[in-house]
């Protein structure tokens, strides 16, 4: 093992074990789960596989702490997370560190996401205080209706390895922030930053049980979150096969269920659109994370007169992003998460190729490794090609031309998966149209990145249900109480 590389995942006060109930404990399990660095493959931490009995006690740990947690006053709460948020922001180096590690991606973008986690923590401390209920006029005047928000219980909340910090963080954030407890289970495959977030937000003066982080055997920590009846909510980001199979297990137990399942961005490029900037922010887009985010271009929709010339600016910016480890000075753009996802990919553009379509540059393996896959451009795939219908989840530009507005926006809204969607023109009056037109759960019009703490985020359709981040992000953790007075 490279001491230097692994030695990072111990400068700060986590122990590589979890942390159930307040403590560090290992897993009763024999075996164990490596984590591996996709730049190198080298395993940077091992952690015992825990499964149901771990879960249960993280469950029992939550559901004591909630008495106390939910019953804090909203400024002490948000003491709290203020007090998580100025830990993060102390710690940002060491903690992109681990992202660097165990995700991939380039240090300056895992410093960013650093940022982004500390930003719901902040956002969230300001909302815990604005939880107002309301009063209600009766017809009869002696009656008073009074409606009140209360944190609903344990949270469930199961996250993936795209973005290990900032995905429990805008969770547990929120969860904390209504009162609710949590239990996280990160990705096998990224856990130490949740390791090193349940370590921050204890310091911060969490009581034991309020944050717990549990994983090894997914399917049976999943079913007990499910099942335990003091989880009310299940919050998950990851695949549309492991949502729905949470979504139907919670329903047995009608638990509420928010989902973030991905998406299958459209992009679409007008002629009459500021194109150097149109180019410029689909770049940076799809170079976050190899594209490995729900909210990338999935399908570039260019108009036909324009075609040629968005194609040729294209190949040359995002073709020429320097890939490599996320170490590197310079690198743009890092691995993918496993030599899996890089087959995986590889078989999308391979599809496309064969049945037509034109690969301009990429689209081979790279002498850097197997987990890494160069920026490639895919040019015109026929209509049914896998690369449009799927999510590409990695460094894939696929372009095609649309001859006028109306097919844009239809063929933009060919999809289940409606997540984000992005349109680029300096015609007003189309603008109002696409702002209305364009079917999914946030819409970058002349914007490559519509989100922030202080917004709702989530997809329609099979994309999910629940949002993340602004006034909304509450309320998937509260339940709505209506008390009547009569006089
Ligand atoms: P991805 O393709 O992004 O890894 P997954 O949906 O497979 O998406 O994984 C997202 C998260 O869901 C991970 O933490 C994973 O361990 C978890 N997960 C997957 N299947 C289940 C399940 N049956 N029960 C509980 N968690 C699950």
């Not at 700060?12 to 403590?23: H, K, Q, S, Y």
Request: proline letters at 6%; charged letters at 20%.
């Amino acid at each position: 093992m490279n001491a230097t590389r692994a030695d990072r995942v111990v400068q700060l006060g986590f122990e590589t074990a979890w942390f159930i109930d307040g403590a560090w404990a290992d897993g009763s399990s024999e075996s164990n789960i490596d984590i591996q660095d996709p730049s190198t493959g080298e395993v940077i931490a091992a952690l015992p596989r825990a499964g149901a009995e771990e879960a249960l006690k993280c469950v029992e740990g939550a559901e004591r702490a909630f008495r106390h947690w939910s019953r804090t006053s909203a400024i002490e709460r948000a003491a709290v997370l203020q007090k998580v948020e100025a830990l993060l922001r102390s710690h940002r180096e060491a903690l992109a560190q681990l992202t660097v590690l165990e995700q991939g991606m380039p240090i300056e973008a895992a410093r960013a996401n650093v940022d982004y986690a500390a930003s719901f923590f902040r956002w969230f401390a300001e909302e815990a205080r604005r939880i107002y209920g309301y009063s209600v006029p009766q017809p009869d005047p002696r009656r008073r209706i009074h409606v009140d928000y209360f944190p609903r219980g344990v949270a469930g909340v199961i996250t993936p390895w795209n973005a290990p910090l900032a995905s429990p963080a805008k969770k547990v954030a929120a969860a904390l922030a209504a009162g609710c407890t949590v239990v996280l289970k990160p990705s096998e495959l990224t856990p130490i930053s949740a390791l090193a977030l349940a370590w921050i937000v204890s310091e911060a003066g969490a009581p034991p049980g309020a944050f717990n982080v549990v994983g090894g055997d997914a399917p049976a920590i999943g079913r007990v979150l499910t099942r335990h009846p003091a989880v009310r909510t299940i919050s998950f980001t990851g695949s549309l096969r492991a949502g729905r199979r949470l979504y139907s297990s919670a329903s047995r137990y009608i638990k509420h269920v928010a989902l973030e399942l991905g998406g299958n961005a459209p992009f679409i490029i007008f002629d009459d659109a500021d194109l150097g900037r149109a180019v410029e922010n689909l770049v940076r887009l799809k170079q976050a994370n190899s594209g490995q985010i729900c909210v990338t271009a999935n399908r570039v929709y260019i108009e036909a007169t324009i075609f040629s010339q968005v194609e040729k600016q294209l190949v040359e910016s995002y073709g020429g992003l320097k890939l490599g480890d996320g170490f590197a000075s310079g690198v743009e753009q890092g691995p993918l998460i496993s030599a899996s996802a890089v087959n995986r990919v590889a078989g999308l553009v391979e599809e496309a190729s064969q049945g037509g379509a034109r690969v301009l540059c990429g689209g081979r393996s790279s002498d850097l490794g197997p987990n890494f896959y160069p920026p490639t451009v895919v040019s015109k795939p026929f209509s049914r090609a896998r690369i449009l219908s799927e999510e590409i989840f990695g460094p894939v530009l696929t372009l095609l031309p649309f001859e006028n507005e109306e097919e844009a926006i239809a063929s933009a809204n060919e999809t289940d998966a409606r997540l984000a969607a992005y349109a680029y023109t300096t015609n007003a009056s189309r603008l109002h149209r696409l702002r209305r037109e364009l079917q999914f759960g946030v819409v970058g019009l002349n914007d490559p990145r519509p989100i922030g703490c202080e917004s709702p985020f989530g997809g329609v359709g099979c994309s999910g249900i629940g949002r993340e981040g602004g006034r909304e992000g509450l309320l998937d953790f509260m339940d709505v109480r209506t008390v009547g007075e009569y006089a």
